[in-house]
């Protein structure tokens, strides 16, 4: 199976979650839209420019807590790649789903694998805000900032167990997502005619 042969094969299959996907299919569509990425984050800047972007910066040492406004300049996503992105989410999870049941599983265990790890790390990141009062010099550069901002501010134990566990996550799909499928029917389907897939 070719690339552009995967890439058709998956966008065909836009939401189709049954059924099965070999390993060529699915890794080629990941390369096809990583490919279509680069592209559109070229076109992009060629088209829009960098996106300059103002934020406020409040840095916590031992020796007292420092803010400011910061402009950075960034080549990141735009227009192009998030209608990119949108466009083959689902597909890229139908691709994920039928490339699990190839090899034996549930499309739902990809679901709560990487569930945990994001439930994980939005906890971290919500639930401990600190209240850090804004200098006057800041509020008079941004008049929408009140008297305080609240900043992410975990533990560090926490921070840890939930970057451990996105890397785990990740670890994880990718092994699932690597593995040969099983050469013979399943649950899900007649074996794919590859045998190597």
């Not at 995967?6 to 065909?12: E, F, I, S």
């Not at 490919?35 to 996106?51: D, Q, R």
């Not at 599983?105 to 009062?133: E, M, S």
């Not at 008079?140 to 996550?169: D, H, K, N, Y």
Request: glycine residues 6%; hydrophobic residues 50%.
């Amino acid at each position: 199976m070719t690339l552009v042969e995967a890439v058709k094969t998956c966008l065909r299959k836009y939401i189709v979650f049954s059924g099965r996907a070999s390993r060529a299919e699915f890794w080629k569509f990941v390369l096809g839209i990583f490919l279509v990425s680069i592209i559109a984050s070229i076109a992009n800047v060629m088209v829009f420019g960098p996106v300059i972007e103002a934020k406020f910066v409040v840095v916590t040492t031992s020796q007292g807590t420092t803010q400011g406004l910061q402009n950075t300049v960034k080549y990141g996503p735009g227009p192009f790649s998030t209608f990119i992105q949108l466009a083959v989410f689902l597909p890229f999870l139908a691709a994920a789903n039928r490339r699990l049941h190839d090899i034996g599983r549930p499309g739902w265990h990809l679901a709560l694998c990487w569930g945990v790890a994001i439930l994980l790390v939005v906890i971290t990141v919500l639930a401990f805000q600190v209240d850090v009062p804004v200098s006057e010099q800041v509020r008079t550069a941004v008049p929408s900032l009140g008297e305080t901002v609240s900043v992410p501010q975990p533990p560090t134990a926490l921070l840890f167990v939930s970057l451990i566990s996105m890397f785990a996550s990740l670890i994880l799909s990718i092994v699932w997502l690597a593995r040969r499928g099983r050469p013979e029917a399943n649950q899900y389907g007649p074996a794919l005619s590859s045998p190597r897939s």
